[in-house]
């Protein structure tokens, strides 16, 4: 196990945690985490602290692909097991938030739609033996979907001093790039898609 793959594990690990801190009732074992009052904005200290996990684990994932990059360090299993940490990690986080009332639930019903078909379109391009490379629209939609979560877990502070909801701008900004890349990945691979396989 390599570097950007044991960096990618952690993501991994990273993810389950910050799903057990937002959803297990630790009030049931008598654990109550702090809130505090910032300008009015009640802030509860779950949020703060898996905030703060998720932007460790989104560096990672910058980490671990431009090490792997830069020392060629890729391995099919080092792809594979990003492809997973990437998924736990925004999908799970996504889900939550809005089942928490944080975002609405069109962000990762959308975003979740999206990954299964692009996904699959992928799946068939290997099956051929093509690899679908990743496109720009996406990469605007993965960075605009990491900084808007990470907003959202601090309370969209300091931009909610000034009344601006940046974490929600940036959510459905990246809710309609998901849309946009999904199209742009079927275009781009539509002839391989619908085009006879060799017998």
Do not use: C, W
Request: aromatic share 12%; proline share 3%.
């Amino acid at each position: 196990m390599n570097l950007p793959t044991k960096l990618t594990v952690s993501r991994i690990i990273m993810a389950i945690l910050i799903v057990v801190i937002m959803l297990f009732p630790f009030y049931a074992i008598n654990i109550n985490f702090p809130q505090y009052k910032v300008h009015g904005i009640l802030v509860d200290l779950r949020y703060i602290i898996s905030g703060v996990l998720f932007i460790i684990a989104s560096l990672t994932d910058f980490l671990d692909g431009y090490i792997a990059r830069r020392y060629g360090l890729i391995t099919n299993t080092g792809k594979m097991l990003d492809a997973i940490a990437d998924k736990v990690l925004v999908n799970s986080v996504l889900i939550i938030l809005a089942g928490e009332g944080f975002i609405h639930a069109i962000v990762p019903v959308v975003i979740v739609l999206r990954d299964i078909i692009v996904n699959a379109i992928k799946m068939e391009a290997a099956s051929r033996g093509k690899v679908v490379a990743a496109i720009s629209s996406g990469k605007i939609k993965t960075a605009a979907l990491m900084v808007g979560i990470a907003l959202t877990f601090f309370y969209n502070m300091p931009f909610e001093f000034f009344n601006l909801r940046v974490s929600d701008f940036l959510l459905y900004f990246a809710t309609i790039m998901s849309i946009v890349s999904m199209i742009e990945y079927y275009n781009i691979n539509k002839k391989l898609i619908f085009e006879k396989k060799e017998a």
